[in-house]
């Protein structure tokens, strides 16, 4: 005789949807605990009357337990962003008065066919020692006209123009480099905005100030040498956009080259002769060029474009004049004039806003 066992209580729909989701807490979670959002993890084992008893509780909000609070991990102390700075601060603004002191032993062209050649050359191969590729016959011809307007036009004629003009005043001139490139822009299809446009009048007027007291030059030849250094450097700048370059370290290794071999090539023409002699302290300045300014400096600032915002890396165009200024002053015991004063906190002013701009229209 079979043994009859009482049949069990089958729970109400509601009752059982509550059960389902009691269960679900455990193997689901998300942001905001609907029973709608749920209802994909327990309507599977679910009786169809649970089914529909879920689908009622819709809108209602489910009593779960508030989620434990997650530890927000502490600010650290990055080393490398410090270093990266002080690297393109203090060492890019140094390189003025470096350049200024080396061309009293080194012609001009001299002093960059050397510098560039050799700095391009140790960073081509670290680059491909840290397993970066060779460049491709386009990317050799692509780095070879930015590379003679970065070095050759830019830091070539900022050297000639140091046989004059003073360090300090200079790095002011060579700070307008992204105010060119503003008015440039349009030739290479980019609209320029109002406020770029004002950043460019604010330039205008600090270099009026600066040519108020002749420290541009006393010859028309030298002030239009040095008002072309920015001018060359945005082209450079802005034709290395509109072209693939070499990745990584490898585009400011081929542009070094391009512009070293250039410099050499155009020194004789120009009447450079090579230095007979060369005293130590020409040859310790040199060194510290090439290694720290070219080798250290760019690959900090490689380094802050990759892991920074944009707007930090691209800070030292307003803060290397400054530098620039007093290091001239306090180590090249240059003059300090008011109005060279009053030049470079316009100027400064000047190229914030219209790096700010840019980044701004970028963001968005």
Known sequence: MAILRPARARPRPREAARICLAR???VCSFPRPRAARILRCVTTNAPDSAQHAVARLHDQALPLPAPAP??????????RLVAALA????????????????????PPFVLGSLRFTLAGALLLGWHLMRGGRLPTRSELVAALPVGLLLFVGGNGFVAIAQL???SGVTAIVASTTPL????IAPLFGERARPAEWVGVVLGVVGVALLGARSELGSSFGMVLVLLLAPVAWALGSLLARKHTQAPGLGAPALHMLAGGLGMLVLSPLIGETWPTSISAEAWGIFAYLVIFGSLVAFTAFNWLLRNTRPSLALSYSYVNPVLAVLLGVGLGQEPLYETTIAATLILVVAVAVVIRTSLHHRRR
């Open 24 to 26: 679900s807490r455990r």
């Open 70 to 79: 997650t530890a927000t991990p502490e600010a650290r102390f990055d080393w």
């Open 87 to 106: 690297a393109v601060y203090l060492i890019w603004s140094s390189t003025y008065l470096g350049m200024k002191v080396a061309i009293a032993t080194f």
């Open 164 to 166: 004059e003009v003073a």
């Open 180 to 183: 060119w490139a503003a008015l």
